[in-house]
DNA sequence: CTGAAAGCGCTTACAG
DNA sequence: CTGAAAGCGCTTACAG
């Protein structure tokens, strides 16, 4: 493969000229412009970027940091990002810090970021001050997406007023009888939405003067085969609510199921309403509150490229984009109240 | 933040030395390598990649393409691929090569790879010769998952066993009008599973001298939403099949939707069987034939690893993964033959 | 075991 | 408008 130095030699130019005609700067004669394009097309010369990057200080590449890659919002992210991305010439590099274990994940450490990436998009994880220090002392733009990052440009929603809409969808179906599911080990302080969702919840039921029972908030690890074991319990008792909300569409799903194996029908018998608007959530007649992630990611990754760009604003965006109530099968008015409405 | 003149500087020795010592290379005396580590310690020195890229050739990073990337397939591929490199001190960036339309992908480009990655895992994409022509001159080694790329190592199922292993449990129960879903235009050639998976069906129907009548072998663009609704009218009419296979998990959901809003029930009147063992397929008690995804992305990433490492293999690694047949909720014997199996 | 120097392939003032 | 030269921060023979 060729170099600057065969292009300007072929061209008859000098490595500057070339480097200056190439990347479109002025005080370049239309005439060796055209010239040097012509020699570079020939010899299918493209740049070293690591070269550029020593050169110039900049790699033209972005971290994107995320609790776990292979769940469907990350994945959505991710996807949405690079092209966002890719479409003003940057590239994104991944860095997955799942653990072992549920309720931890790997720091973002000096390695992953020192001369690597020219900024960070971080989804959905809770920095820890050390952390948040590292980025600035590299100097590092950052934009949040999902838990905020203070002083930093954000991308997400209203966690609570997703959380909200679900509830008050319920209270106005006429359930007075709901229980929580999502709830997560003090320990998780790495993602925001879990304490958001759940605040929000008891808050909620609390405005509306509705008690929430003993053993009806329940915690579970965000998936939907943990969720449909964690709720089981409480669905087979005798005394049970007329409708659950899930913190997400995902454990929705696994206590839509566990329902019906149960012999509850979903809607009669157990409304069941989450939010994220989940890839499969249409398909499975499933109540929600919609997010668009992908909106969120390409969003992000549009401020990165602005703060890297000539002039970064001032002040820090922030975007909540909004949520909306997407009504299907899985929820309908408790038995009491309308029976048997099928 | 600190170079390595600076920490030859405070060491008191050359750079070249720093170099050596830091890297563990031999030929440095057992104190100055101490020193060397503690003053390299103590300025918080990081070598910069991009320096050591423009000096050494080698990036350290790999490129992994794929035709999707939100899909649950490849983003677990990309989690898995992502932990393997970082673990060997080597980093993924994305190549997403998704395209508006369904039917098509965006091509792979020197822009993406000279100079910028040490290699390619490419995630089922089947490569077009041009594709392949590129990556050789450019030198750089490809490991290829689910579509494999003739010459290069490759890591993935067998699709077709995968496939008649659905069938013959269905013809077990005792199914002999058995209908498939998972057919994709002609024109989507950058895929290869379902062309094998179709295939394989046929010729185990045949096989087994069983019929596929017209209408019975269904296109759908491997989203449950579509196959939920290009299920629709095969299974509404009289002349339906008593088992469905279908050539994902996601589609199988969706088929199972269908058809119990069409008043079916799943598996007495109509069986279900995918190909995967999709993240929610357990929770929703879909019999399938589990393929772990996890491992081979991992086995794709030390492949790699192992052509970029000292002797890599002359002969390129086929790794062929077992599947298994799980058998869940979904399939039973058909109710002509074990009437009222509930 | 260690250092001086060339080289990786660009970009960027600085002259002209 | 164009070129010579320094510099980005490492690695790698080559001497010693």
Chains 1, 2 share one sequence.
Not at 57 to 80: E, H
Not at 289 to 316: C, F, I, K, N, S
Request: hydrophobic share 45%; charged share 25%.
């Amino acid at each position: 493969m060729s170099t600057i130095t065969d292009v300007a030699r072929v061209a008859g130019v000098s490595v500057a000229t070339v480097s200056r005609a190439l990347r479109g700067l002025d005080r370049v004669s239309p005439a060796t412009r055209r010239r040097v394009l012509e020699v570079a097309e020939e010899l299918h010369y493209v740049a070293s970027p690591t070269a550029t990057s020593l050169a110039s200080g900049r790699t033209r590449v972005v971290a994107v940091v995320a609790p776990f890659l292979s769940r469907w919002y990350f994945a959505t992210l991710v996807s949405a990002i690079e092209k966002e991305l890719r479409a003003h010439d940057h590239h994104a590099i991944l860095f997955d810090l799942e653990d072992e274990t549920f309720d931890s994940r790997l720091p973002l450490t000096q390695n992953m970021l020192w001369k690597r990436v020219d900024g960070v998009i971080s989804l959905d994880v809770a920095m820890v001050p050390d952390e948040v220090e590292l980025v600035d002392r590299l100097g590092l733009p950052l934009v949040a997406i999902g838990s905020p990052v203070p002083g930093r440009p954000f991308v997400g929603i209203d966690d609570r007023a997703a959380m909200r809409t679900a509830v008050e969808h319920l209270v106005a179906l006429g359930h007075e009888r709901i229980g929580y599911i999502g709830v997560v080990p003090q320990n998780v302080a790495h993602v925001r939405a879990p304490q958001d969702r759940l605040a929000s919840f008891l808050a909620t039921m609390d405005d509306r003067g509705l008690e929430v029972p003993d053993g009806w908030v329940l915690g579970s690890d965000w998936t939907a085969d943990a969720a449909a074991r964690d709720c089981a319990d409480l669905l087979s008792g005798p005394d049970r609510p007329t409708a659950l909300v899930a913190a997400s569409d995902e454990m929705a799903i696994g206590v839509r199921e566990t329902a019906r194996r149960l012999g509850l029908d979903v809607p009669r018998d157990l409304s069941v309403v989450g939010i994220d608007d989940f890839m499969l959530s249409e398909v499975l007649g499933l109540t929600t509150v919609r997010q668009d992630v992908t909106a969120q990611g390409r969003a992000a990754a549009a401020l990165l490229l602005q703060a890297l760009g000539e002039d970064p604003p001032a002040a820090p965006a922030e975007l909540v984009v909004p949520t909306e109530l997407v009504v299907r099968e899985s929820t309908a008015a408790p038995a009491a109240v309308a029976p048997t409405p099928l």
